[in-house]
């Protein structure tokens, strides 16, 4: 975990990926109820593929259920549009994860397929786009 903590900032610090903290009321900024992170893929050389960027979420238990994973989404994924950095957004939820496809559904993305597990990314879900 600290790893993992260790190179999300260092993402974030390189302005490789845009990691934002979910804060449900600015008086207390210490309060963080989760993340939304936009990062991008490089395409595995020979394959032929595209660039793509990818968008995730998440919110804390006792924060979940209040919209705030939709808004900090959505908040996020206008500012991308209007920095006009990412090109197209991909989101992978599972097929089963409700809330995330509820999320999909209400903020414009398009539902590409289903995906089996995928090797190359350790996904297994929905492939949904948005630009
Ligand atoms: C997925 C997750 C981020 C949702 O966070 P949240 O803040 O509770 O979500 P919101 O309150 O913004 O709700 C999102 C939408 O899902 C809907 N929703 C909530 N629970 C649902 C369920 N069980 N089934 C279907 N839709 C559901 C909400 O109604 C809302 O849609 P609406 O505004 O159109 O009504 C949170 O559950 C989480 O962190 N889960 C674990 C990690 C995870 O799954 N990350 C996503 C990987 S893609």
């Known amino acids: 975990m600290e790893d993992k903590v ?3 900032a260092q993402e974030a610090a390189s302005d490789h ?3 934002k903290m979910i804060v449900p009321d600015p008086d ?3 309060v963080v ?3 939304v992170t936009l990062w991008s893929h ?3 050389p020979g394959t032929g593929q595209e660039p793509f960027s990818e968008i995730g979420w998440m919110v804390l238990p006792e924060f979940q259920g209040r919209g705030l994973a939709k808004r900090a989404t959505r908040t996020h994924l206008e500012q991308a549009r209007d920095e006009n950095r990412w090109g197209v957004v991909h989101a992978f939820p ?3 994860n409700g809330p995330s496809n509820g999320i999909c559904r209400s903020l414009g993305f398009q539902l590409l397929g289903e995906l089996d597990n995928q090797p190359a990314s350790k996904r297994s879900g929905s492939d949904l786009h948005a630009s």
């Open 6 to 8: 260790r190179r999300d």
């Open 17 to 19: 990926a845009w990691l």
């Open 28 to 30: 207390t900024p210490a």
């Open 33 to 35: 109820a989760g993340t």
């Open 42 to 44: 490089e395409p595995v």
């Open 94 to 96: 599972a097929t089963g």
